[in-house]
Every structure is written in structure tokens, then in C-alpha cells.
């Protein structure tokens, strides 16, 4: 099938792409197109007007600001994968990325797009729920941040308004020495993730932790934090026991089920991964 009509506009500063939302009821942002190209020829999606990000330079960088690393919108996914920065500051964020489709996909996909398609199984998403990111927004009303804890608004539903453009990610790094992980179970490498799991550790001096994050992607309609695991471990050593008793809250979380996969399967497969995720990060953690 070929994609509905629609009228196209390519503006080349973000001040024209606010102006432009902000005049048409009907408007779907175009960034990398790796999922709203297809969406468009599935006739999933019947846009008015199609505004194209791709040659507004502004929105392409990754730099640090003050205490968070800041990610333009149409950084692409290959520029993060690549990025010194991210590598040093952000390394559970580079190796989900590696997880991204194949290197084709990662050259046009970008990271703001990815976060607005909010896709249950995607890993940048996951990670930017992981690591308790905040997204900017912006219209031609303004500016505003949003946690992106309370960036989804359901299933692959942001919470932006219609003239609203996501412009930046900004992520807060762990401290140097900290533990991370991301594991993920797909039927083969480049495909949706059936679920994936993103763990971090932090430690004290005497060997205890004394921050964890545990979250998990594709068991539900977006991102799950698993605050049961995370109090398991808070206080603890993360000794195998405190690991299992972890990654069985994670394989008590609710799961959906579709005409592929079950959710007892899903289930099962948070538990086996938070223990892999819980063990990978121990073993990178300095204590």
C-alpha cells in the first residue's frame, strides 16, 4: 500500500516547525521515519500534514550541561552509539542502543523519535524511564520539562500536545564506578525486544547498595519500574539471595499477552533477564 495524501513541510529552523504545528489540527512530525513511514503506508496513521524535522540542525547534538548529558531529538541513533560522551557517561544507554534494529535502521533512526513512538518493547525509552530522564518539549508557547516518568500517557501515547515538538533527552549519569546492565530477549538480533531488562547498582564504601534501579521493557503497554526489586536490594550486598529475590519480583509483574506471545512467558522471561541483568551489573560495580 502507498501512504493517504498529505500536505509536506520541511522546515529548517524549529521556530518554522512550532509555527507550522501550531497552524495545522492534523500534523505528525516526521524524524527518522523508521516507524511512521510505514505507519503511513499501512495506513495506520492519515496525517494532514507532515512535518519534516530532518533539516533542523539545532536539534542534532549530545553535549553535557552541567550535571546531565543533554541528546537533541534528531540526534541519530548511530551518533549515540559512537559518542565518546555517552560511552564515559551513559554506558547502559550505548549498550541498548546496540540492541537498536541493524546499523541501517540506526543511521536514521533518532533518539527523539524513538522516545515519541513510545514503543513497549523499545530500549531507548526503557532506558530514559531506568534512569529517571526528563524530556523538553516545546511549542510556540514556550518550553516545558517532563519526567519521563509522567511522559507516557498510554500505549505508544506521549504526553505531548499536538503543536508540541520533543526538542532534547537529558539524563543524569551515575557516578564513576557504578553497575549497569541491559539484557534483552528477542527472536532474533534487530527485532522488537519480547522483553528486555535495565538494571543499575550503586555501592558505598562498606560494600552495601545504596541505590538500584530495575526496569523493564515489552512486559506491558510501556516501561515498568520494579520498585519491589529495587527495595530488595537497597541495604543489601546483593548476595545471590537478594539477586533471586529480586528478579522474582520482577517475574511477578503484570505481563500482557498477544497472538504471539503469552504473558506467562513474558513473565518468565523479566525474571531470567533481571537475574542476568542483576549479575552482569555486580560483576561491573566497584565496591
Known sequence: MKAPAFDYVAPRTLDEALRALSEVDNARVLAGGQSLVAM???????????????????????????HVVEIGAMARQRDVEFSPLVERR???????????????????????????????SAEIPTIAMAMDAC?????????REIRMADFPAGYMTPSLQPD?????LSIRPWPAGHGYAFEEYARRHGDFAIVSAAVLLEFDAQGIVGRA????GGIGSMP??????????????????????????????????DSYVPGWYRKHLAQ?????????ALSRAER
Open 213 to 216: 534501579s530495575v526496569t523493564l
Open 164 to 168: 508540541e515538538i520533543l526538542v532534547a
Open 90 to 120: 551513559l554506558p547502559i544507554l550505548r549498550e541498548a542502543i546496540l540492541n537498536v534494529g541493524h546499523r541501517q535502521t540506526r543511521n536514521r533512526g533518532t533518539v527523539g523519535g524513538s522516545l515519541c513512538q513510545l514503543d513497549p
Open 40 to 66: 503511513l503506508n499501512m495506513r495506520f496513521a492519515f496525517p494532514d500534514c507532515l512535518v519534516d524535522i530532518n533539516g533542523i540542525q539545532e536539534l542534532s547534538f549530545i553535549r553535557e550541561a552541567g
Open 272 to 280: 531470567v533477564l533481571c537475574r542476568r541483568a542483576l549479575a552482569k
Open 224 to 257: 515498568v519500574k520494579v520498585l519491589a526489586a529495587e527495595q530488595v536490594l537497597l541495604g543489601s550486598r546483593a548476595l545471590p539471595a537478594d539477586i533471586d529475590a529480586a528478579a522474582a519480583h520482577c517475574g511477578q509483574v503484570e505481563a500482557s499477552s
Open 135 to 143: 524530556v523538553t518539549a516545546a511549542s510556540v508557547r514556550g518550553r
